[in-house]
């Protein structure tokens, strides 16, 4: 499946995107700020993109304007947040080159609509860390409250670091989407 926002194209992954994602996915400022180590091959790449990009609701997002893949979006179950099958897990991340331009808060928008309207979540998770303000503002304007804070240990580091795991409900984001709609009107 494919989605689309004004200036973007959320779809899914595919093997030759494994040079693209090596070169965004390589760069120390982006992955563990999403908590995952920096890639080390297009080899790596190409496995990620086998074995963790290949749900289907995980998505390549990739500029209308260029046809570039700019970084991911997508939910999936974590059984630690919850056992419900309507509740899942949002992640996302944007390729330094593209912060600062309202990309993930589009993209994570855009899914988000799709997990509630099609897919038939009742809850979406999400977490960053503490000290990750970007991505906490991207959840704080997407309408994401605080639930609760955990400790995560990392590998690429010896000291925990504090997850901020934030909570969107359906109703609320359905209520929030149609005040926008009519203060759009």
Not at 1 to 8: I, S
Not at 53 to 66: C, G, M
Not at 103 to 118: C, G, N, S
């Amino acid at each position: 499946m494919t989605l689309e926002t004004e200036r973007l194209i959320l779809r899914p992954w595919k093997p030759d995107d494994a040079e693209r994602l090596f070169l965004l996915a390589k760069d120390p400022d982006v992955g563990p700020a999403a908590g995952w180590n920096p890639h080390l091959s297009v080899a790596e790449s190409r496995d990620v993109i086998d074995t963790i990009f290949h749900l289907p609701t995980i998505y390549a997002v990739v500029l209308k304007e260029s046809g570039e893949v700019i970084g991911c979006c997508g939910t999936m179950p974590d059984p630690t947040l919850s056992s419900n099958d309507r509740e899942q897990l949002l992640g996302y991340w944007i390729g330094k080159p593209y912060w600062d331009d309202g990309y993930a808060t589009e993209a994570a928008q855009k899914t988000i609509h799709h997990a509630f309207r099609d897919l038939g979540l009742s809850v979406i998770w999400c977490g960053c860390f503490a000290e990750n303000t970007k991505s906490l503002r991207v959840q704080e304007k997407l309408g994401f409250v605080i639930h609760h804070i955990e400790q995560e240990n990392t590998s690429w580091s010896d000291e925990p670091r504090n997850v901020i795991i934030t909570r969107l409900e359906y109703q609320k984001a359905q209520a929030s989407a149609e005040d926008k709609e009519c203060n759009d009107l």
